[in-house]
């Protein structure tokens, strides 16, 4: 299918299936990681690597790295894309998630609405997921530059691809336009509204880490963090972070968000005091965060969370990777290792001051994905 649509992703803000008030109880990060422990074991708690080689290359006192490669669907899109699609359908058919599976392994198809989304391959992944389990389908719309092998995962997840001209924004108008003129729930991960339940929902789910976090930090008995450096394409990992960290992080407790120099939406929002679009091909090694508008929701927490906006250059992004794995790392991609490639960027340097980062910082990372 060739979809070449464009609409505000605001306009069909007020016709999304599946939401109730934005006032209605939120699970905290427990209650929606034992939700998706139960439909997996791979929900299980990612592991949190002391890197203690990369610390002493880089020059800090501590290195910290979740690797979200080992959570289902091999990135941390899945703690929030399937549990907001989950929720969603739940809330259509009037039950919790639990109910909503276990319906779909009673009686098949139950009639449920389609899931729409926008994707650079991530979250479409996991929202094709969350069609699966509930026994409905999703439709994924994706921009030309994502890679074939994605839309691949998203295809064999069951998922259906609308491949769409232009960037991933583009790919975001045409769903939000396809939801709004048809039957279906729009699972989008970034949004115009501030209060966005269905967003709000996904990075809830991203909210697992931090939760994770906190209990390996006391049970590897580490100190916390002083510093997060965290990579950023609309800006909803980095958000959920900062909430789920909050009062968390040891002074100076800097919350630092990386993104791609060909792709800084947020920097963009940060410098013009609100969400902008930025123009241009958006190209970059970091594929999953090839975003030209950072997500109202996310800014608004970031913003009011003082994080520090961080930009890196093509080759800092490509090098990241081997970095990583040559010191004890996983495997990853530019976008999954932005994180350390913003730390290396200001490790040792004049800039350094910038973000107080010193010998003595304890850095966390976040490795977002699996190598594709």
Excluded at 87 to 107: H, W
Aim: proline share 4%.
């Amino acid at each position: 299918m060739r979809a070449v649509l464009a609409s505000p992703r605001a306009e069909c803000e007020s016709l999304r299936m599946g939401q109730s008030s934005t006032d209605r109880p939120a699970p905290g990060a427990a209650a929606i990681a034992a939700t998706l422990r139960a439909l997996s074991v791979a929900y299980a708690p990612t592991p949190l690597l002391d890197l203690k080689d990369l610390a002493a290359r880089l020059g800090v006192a501590q290195l910290l790295a979740k690797d979200e490669g080992r959570r289902m669907l091999g990135s941390f899109k899945s703690l929030g894309g399937t549990y907001a699609g989950l929720a969603a359908l739940a809330r259509a058919r009037g039950t919790d998630i639990a109910g909503l599976v276990a319906a779909r392994a009673d009686a098949g198809d139950a009639g449920l609405p389609r899931l729409i989304c926008a994707s650079d391959g991530n979250h479409g992944l996991a929202v094709a997921a969350a069609a699966r389990l509930a026994g409905t389908r999703a439709l994924v719309f994706l921009h030309a530059g994502v890679a074939r092998v994605r839309a691949r995962r998203i295809e064999d997840e069951g998922g259906e691809i609308a491949w769409v001209a232009g960037t991933y924004d583009d790919a975001v108008d045409a769903a939000a336009a396809f939801a709004k003129a048809n039957a279906g729930i729009l699972v989008a991960d970034t949004a115009s509204d501030a209060s966005d339940p269905i967003v709000r929902d996904a990075m809830a789910g991203y909210g697992v880490i931090a939760h994770e976090v906190r209990a390996q930090v006391a049970a590897g008995g580490h100190r916390a963090p002083t510093h997060l450096f965290v990579q950023a394409g609309v800006g909803g990992l980095a958000a959920a972070l900062a909430e789920g960290l909050r009062g968390f992080l040891e002074a100076p407790a800097r919350l630092v968000v990386v993104e791609p120099e060909q792709a800084a939406c947020l920097a963009a929002a940060f410098a013009q005091g609100r969400v902008v679009r930025i123009a241009g091909a958006l190209s970059t090694a970091a594929e999953m965060l090839s975003c030209g508008e950072a997500s109202a929701p996310a800014f608004a927490i970031l913003r009011g969370a003082g994080a520090q906006v961080l930009t890196v250059p093509e080759r800092a992004l490509e090098e990241a990777p081997q970095l990583l794995r040559e010191n004890g790392g996983p495997a990853t991609t530019p976008s999954g290792a932005t994180g350390l490639a913003g730390l290396r960027s200001v490790a040792g340097t004049a800039r350094a001051a910038d973000f107080a980062l010193t010998t003595e910082s304890r850095v966390l990372l976040v490795i977002s994905e699996a190598a594709i």
